[in-house]
């Protein structure tokens, strides 16, 4: 199974800069989100299921890891970020890289 780099943290750091709306929850407290996301994308046995199809299995694991007490509703979307980013080596609907609003996710903030 695929490791977890410097990169992949890059950019799920740009991401969560861009789309957190929770003022009380860093990056760190919302990492093993990511990190259970993109592992079950990048699974061999999940190839072929779309984030739904598993997403009650990630739930559960989410439950075991939580952090800062986050229930799976406010992790859900940054769990889907890493499920695409362990599938496609992207995040999907990410704004395209000649956007003047916002970098693509993956051109990680400085």
């Known amino acids: 199974m695929r490791e977890f780099l410097d990169d992949d943290d890059s950019v799920f750091r740009s991401h969560f800069a861009r789309v957190n709306r929770l003022a009380d929850v860093s990056y760190e407290q919302m990492r093993p989100a990511y990190r ?42 940054f769990a889907r970020a890493g499920f695409e980013r362990g599938r496609l080596g992207r995040i999907e609907n990410a704004p395209p890289a000649d956007s003047e609003e916002k970098p693509p996710f993956s051109d990680p903030l400085e």
Do not use: H, M, T, Y
């Open 36 to 77: 259970i996301g993109q592992r079950a994308g990048a699974d061999p046995f999940n190839e072929g299921c779309d984030f739904e199809e598993i997403e009650k299995d990630l739930e559960n694991g989410w439950l075991r890891i939580r952090v800062g007490g986050g229930e799976w509703a406010s992790v859900r979307d």
